[in-house]
T-cell receptor
């Protein structure tokens, strides 16, 4: 079955530092890709999505992600971390090779140090 | 613009009992999907409802069933609860055939604890 992999279950950065959260997918056909954020005891909030338009996608809260077909990746970045960015981040994919179901990665918990 | 709502927010049940969770989709959406998120894991797809029928199903036993009503709201029913059913249950909505049909918007979830 096709999968999505998030490298690093925990990432720790200092406030003001670059945030980089990694996501790789396994399908041969580029899928639709999403990043969601989950704050403690809350549901999922959509950060951004790639749907075969521009490869560099800008989202909310200063986050952006770049789709790289050659690397089957969709890494999430933010130039300068804020304390409020501390949360769990999920990469998700859907498409024909995923049975048109939304498949999630295991998540990456982002810790921001002051 | 009303987002996805779910009720109740929290629920405690004992093994063997049955539970019903409810979801109202985002205004203008007609498709509802349900996910189970166990502690420390990503959400797992349970099933999706469209036009009052189950359109897709994930790898969950028949103890998990659902329903969609004419107003597009949905229920998730779980019978014969097991300890392993303890999780956050998330509902998501989307618009089939819309320009953004691939995107699902999530509710706040219902946290179920089975004792």
């Amino acid at each position: 079955a096709q999968s999505v992999t998030q490298l690093g279950s925990h990432v720790s950065v200092s406030e003001g530092a670059l945030v980089l959260l990694r996501c790789n997918y396994s399908s041969s056909v580029p899928p639709y890709l999403f990043w969601y954020v989950q704050y403690p005891n809350q549901g999922l909030q959509l950060l951004l999505k790639y749907t075969s338009a521009a490869t560099l996608v800008k989202g909310i809260n200063g986050f952006e992600a770049e789709f790289k077909k050659s690397e089957t990746s969709f890494h999430l970045t933010k130039p300068s971390a804020h304390m409020s960015d501390a949360a769990e981040y999920f990469c998700a994919v859907t498409g024909v090779e995923y049975g048109n179901k939304l498949v999630f990665g295991a998540g990456t918990i982002l810790r921001v140090k002051s | 613009d009303a987002g996805v709502t779910q009720s109740p927010t929290h629920l405690i049940k004992t093994r063997g009992q049955q539970v019903t969770l409810r979801c109202s989709p985002k205004s203008g959406h007609d498709t509802v999907s349900w996910y189970q998120q166990a502690l420390g894991q990503g959400p797992q797809f349970i099933f999706q409802y469209y036009e009052e029928e189950e359109r897709q199903r994930g790898n969950f036993p028949d103890r998990f069933s659902g329903h969609q009503f004419p107003n597009y709201s949905s229920e998730l029913n779980v019978n014969a609860l097991l300890l392993g059913d303890s999780a956050l249950y998330l509902c998501a909505s989307s618009l089939t055939g819309g320009f953004d049909q691939e995107t699902q918007y999530f509710g706040p979830g219902t946290r179920l604890l089975v004792l």
